[in-house]
């Protein structure tokens, strides 16, 4: 038996190696939060909860011939209205439902957007439920409220005035 062979054997050599290894992680800053107590704040263009406006909504519905799995359903209906004694038509949204229980948050929708009335980059992703037919099909309503969804912490819901995180010219929300 060569010498380093005889070393080999008797100094567990590959003990030290893993605990080399140990010892570089025990002094490491730790990846884990405690969560709930601690949350990890999501990169900007995270997708999360939906954010819907019902104000910027033209109702051209872009976003529901973009979702590739057709969990988008809009309708709508025209109405007269006048301006300076001149009659004109504007459509008028009944029915905006996204079933966000099927969504695979592939943006596709944001993205064909317009108006950017609809968009996921709100930082929020506490919308658990136990029961989730019911919870996850969300109305325009719901989808304002964000009923049954907690908000990131300084995120604020469509209802209360929150915004995409990249507004329409790509500059940062000051809000969120
Ligand atoms: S993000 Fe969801 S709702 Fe939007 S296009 Fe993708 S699957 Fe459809
Ligand atoms: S694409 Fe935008 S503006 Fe058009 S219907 Fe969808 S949410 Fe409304």
Known sequence: MSLWGFLASV?????????????????????????????LEPADRFRGMFGYSLERCNVCRACEK???????????HWEEYEVEGKKRKRQ?????????????????????????????????????AYERNHALYFDKEKLMRWDGVKPFPG??????????????????????
Not at 12 to 36: E, S
Not at 102 to 112: D, I, P, S, T, Y
Not at 157 to 168: D, H, I, K, Q, R
Request: overall charge negative.
């Open 66 to 76: 973009a979702c590739p799995i057709g969990i988008i359903h809009i309708e709508s």
């Open 92 to 128: 008028v949204i009944d029915r905006y439902d996204i079933d966000v229980k099927r969504c695979m948050f592939c943006n596709l929708c944001a993205e064909a957007c317009p108006t950017e009335a609809v968009w996921l980059t709100t930082k929020t992703y506490e919308a658990a």
């Open 11 to 39: 100094i567990p050599l590959d003990l030290l190696t893993g605990l080399k290894t140990t010892g570089k992680h025990l002094f490491a800053r730790k990846a884990t939060v405690q969560y709930p107590e601690q949350r």
């Open 155 to 176: 995120v604020k819901t469509p209802a209360e005035g929150g915004l995409p995180y990249f507004s329409l010219g790509g500059e940062k929300e000051e809000e969120q």
